[in-house]
C-alpha cells in the first residue's frame, strides 16, 4: 500500500484542523492505520491507530480526548481530526500502515508502509 498525508498547515491553539490520509490499492480494510509525529530535535512518536475494519481504535494519552482517528475504507482514506490543539501539538505528522487488521498497536516499528508526512503548526 502507498499512502500520502495531507492537510497540514498554521492552526491557532484551541482551533481544529483535520489531516488526511490517501491509500492506494483494493486491500485498505486489511491495514491498520496510524498517525505519528516528529517535532524537530525530537525523536517520532505515537499518536494514534484505529483497526482495519475501523472497530476499535487506540490514542496517546497527550492527544486524547482531543483528537479522533476516523477512516473511510470505501474511499481508502483515513484521517486525524485535531480538535483544540496546542503549540505543543507542532510536529510534522505521518501516516502509517501494517498489513494486520486486527492489531492494534503504537510501535512504529510495526508499521512497514508510510506516507510523507505533512506539517502542522500550532500558533500559541
Known amino acids: 500500500v502507498q499512502l500520502q498525508a495531507s492537510g497540514g498547515g498554521l492552526v491557532q491553539a484551541g482551533g481544529s484542523l483535520r489531516l488526511s490520509c490517501a491509500a492506494s490499492?483494493?486491500?485498505?480494510?486489511?491495514?491498520?492505520l496510524g498517525w505519528f509525529r516528529q517535532a524537530p530535535g525530537d525523536e517520532r512518536e505515537f499518536v494514534a491507530a484505529?483497526?482495519?475494519?475501523?472497530?476499535?481504535?487506540t490514542y496517546a494519552d497527550y492527544v486524547k480526548g482531543r483528537f479522533s482517528i476516523s477512516r473511510d475504507n470505501a474511499g481508502n482514506m483515513g484521517y486525524l481530526q485535531m480538535n483544540t490543539p496546542k503549540p505543543e501539538d507542532t510536529a510534522v505528522y505521518y501516516c502509517?500502515?501494517?498489513?494486520?487488521?486486527?492489531?492494534?498497536?503504537?510501535?512504529?516499528?510495526?508499521?512497514?508502509?508510510w506516507g510523507q508526512g505533512t506539517e502542522v503548526t500550532v500558533s500559541s
Open positions: 484505529i483497526t482495519g475494519r475501523g472497530d476499535r481504535t
Open positions: 490499492g483494493r486491500t485498505f480494510s486489511m491495514y491498520t
Open positions: 502509517a500502515a501494517v498489513f494486520a487488521a486486527a492489531v492494534l498497536t503504537s510501535n512504529p516499528l510495526a508499521f512497514k508502509y
